[in-house]
């Protein structure tokens, strides 16, 4: 169900791109936009690993220097039938995780200290478990697909203000072929309401991988209710992981350490920590049994 809601939504996504494409009534201004975005989100997929790590001056450890995470990581690799990532430390005290590389052979498991420091091992294996399965997923991937659409209607909207502004395109135009439009308001209606339109697309995506990488961690490992209990410490921490210089680096966290209600909390990138919760224990009540070892 979450990879069908998955799917439609990214159909949604890509409709509304050529919606607005059509309303801005430039293919080929809608065909640049898509390039340039594709270019930079592909760029960020290749490399975001070394990005993001660096960015959090996360370092690698082996076994020798920190046996237990290592070990809970190679456990829930081999569960999981996957290579085993790399393990690295983010030296910090503000409790989350997060997974990345570009697919299972070139990924990374990185854990705060404060995580570390706060869950049990049934519980940090809960929490590898769900970054194990973002891997296995590959919502690398489609976070990049998503992130690309949302970028180039962002892209095309800006320019359709400006040329509304302008008045460079005040609607149809008979040598544009593909153009459309509804005239100067309905262009600058496009430009307004379609980016809002994406980036909520973008992170209901987001929020429906979060929930089936808790249902898929959960079948790898066995510790639905070691996750859930890891949520609500995490949820309930007073210290955060400091995201001042790096907003954008949010969605890949296990729990979003940007705190958000009323509207705000319509984009946010991870579904509400109660509900996750009370699904993961509905699981642990009823787990669905698979073919992973252990």
Do not use: C
């Not at 570009?102 to 091992?121: C, F, K, Q, W, Y």
């Amino acid at each position: 169900m979450n990879t069908l809601k998955t799917f439609m939504l990214m159909v949604f996504l890509m409709l509304l791109f050529m919606w607005l494409g059509y309303m801005f009534g430039g293919s080929t201004g809608m065909l640049f936009a898509l390039v340039f975005a594709t270019l930079i989100n592909f760029g960020m997929y290749w490399f975001s690993d070394k990005v993001v790590l660096k960015m959090y001056r996360a370092r690698e450890v082996t076994e020798m220097d920190h046996p237990r995470l290592y070990r809970i990581t190679k456990s829930v690799a081999q569960k999981a039938m996957l290579p085993m990532p790399k393990v690295y430390i983010v030296p910090s005290q503000g409790p989350n995780a997060f997974a990345t590389g570009r697919n299972p052979e070139h990924s990374a498991v990185a854990a705060t200290e404060g995580i570390l420091a706060m869950l049990n091992d049934d519980e940090l294996e809960g929490v590898i478990g769900h970054e194990m399965a973002h891997i296995q997923n590959r919502d690398m991937l489609i976070g990049t697909i998503a992130a690309t659409f949302a970028g180039a209607i962002g892209y095309i909207a800006h320019m359709a203000q400006w040329s509304a502004i302008f008045g460079g395109m005040g609607g149809r135009s008979s040598d544009d072929e593909g153009g459309g439009g509804g005239g100067m308001i309905g262009v600058l209606v496009a430009a307004i309401v379609a980016p809002i339109a994406a980036m909520l697309i973008q992170t209901a995506i987001s929020r429906q991988r979060e929930y089936k990488a808790d249902a898929e961690g959960g079948r790898i490992t066995g510790k639905y209710h070691g996750l859930a209990t890891a949520l609500e410490k995490l949820h309930r921490s007073p210290v955060q992981l400091k995201l001042d210089d790096r907003p954008a680096t949010a969605n890949l966290m296990i729990i979003n350490p940007l705190s958000g209600r009323g509207l705000v909390s319509l984009f946010s990138t991870h579904p509400p920590v109660e509900e996750r919760i009370k699904r993961l224990r509905e699981m642990a009540q009823h787990p669905v049994h698979t073919g992973y070892a252990g």
